[in-house]
């Protein structure tokens, strides 16, 4: 393993949660950049220009003089290439590892994609078409709905042969990919009305009490409070 050299951009209440709880699990030592959302819910300036790549998004990780990575999937991509060569979070056996892969692009490809458009919907529609939102929210809560009822009946197959977590009998790449995704879509309740996922409740908070977890929250302050904003 080579020695690592990490910072990571963190903006509180928000998806970069994933890359801290990743490398608490991998034991892989890190600095943050953190920053509070500002009152409007956004990243401020002085921290966007701290970043050091095109987007200026969290989380944005760095990797000495040379690495510098954007978007969640590719962090969690390289950061398992890099500091997981033993495959603690990322099994060797092909066919769990494409499973992992599937999850970890759907986690913002099909999970945060489809609940984003239900919040931007609720912030952008014009005063006079308010009236829309219900019904706007309603269809465009399908989505959503097919994609919990994905990862339920994923999780009950898993159950169903005595494992706790998404591939498999242990913690990988998966579970911290689509943690976030989930416990924003619950929170936020983002299509999520007249449905019922009990597994996927179930795994959320067997996820959240992980002590890797918790350890990522306490060093980076981050909360998801049902009332509180969350911009992209
Ligand atoms: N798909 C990207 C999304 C990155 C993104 O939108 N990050 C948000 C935080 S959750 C951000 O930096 N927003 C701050 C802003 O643009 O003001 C990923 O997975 O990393």
Redesign the pocket.
Known sequence: MSTPNITVYF?GA???IRIPWLLEELNVPYTLVSSP?SKAG??PQEF?DKIPAP?????TLTDGDDVTV????A?VQYLLDMYDKDHKLLPSAVAERCKVYEWVHAA?GTF?LHALAILYARWKIPEGAKEYLPEMEKNMSANVQNDLKWIESALKEQKERGNEFLVGKTLTAADIMMGFSIEFIFTRKLGTQGGNWPETEAWLARMLERSAYKKAVEKSGYTLDSKGE???
């Open positions: 903006l928000s998806r970069a959302r956004v990243a966007k987007l200026k998004k969290s989380p954007q978007e969640s999937g962090i913002e945060m969350f911009r992209t």
